[in-house]
């Protein structure tokens, strides 16, 4: 097991999942149900499958483009992203 990996993923996604539409739809579910464990159970399963897909689908990305060339790939997609977003096309 490659503690660091794990614990690095763990950091990331849990910082960059606070206070996101997740978070709030969750928030809002238990407000609005008054049934945290069911919602919870839930959202974990639904989140771990999500998770699974994406790293399968990581898998057999990388099998097909190189990590350096999937990187820059990724680094221009959140760039498009951040500036549509930012003249509000989305």
């Known amino acids: 097991m490659d503690w ?3 614990f690095s993923t763990f950091a990331l996604l849990f910082v960059a999942e606070l206070g996101d539409k997740t978070q709030l739809a ?4 238990t407000c609005k149900h008054g049934k945290p464990w069911p919602i919870f159970i839930g959202a974990t399963s639904a989140l771990a ?3 699974l897909l994406g790293v399968l689908s990581g898998r057999a990305v990388i099998c097909i483009v190189p990590a350096p060339i999937l990187t ?3 680094a221009a ?3 498009v ?3 549509l977003m930012w003249f509000e096309v989305l």
């Not at 969750?26 to 579910?29: E, L, N, R």
């Open 49 to 51: 499958l999500v998770t």
């Open 4 to 6: 660091k990996v794990l």
């Open 77 to 79: 997609m959140f760039i």
């Open 72 to 74: 820059k790939i990724s």
């Open 26 to 29: 969750v928030i809002t579910m």
């Open 81 to 83: 992203l951040g500036v």
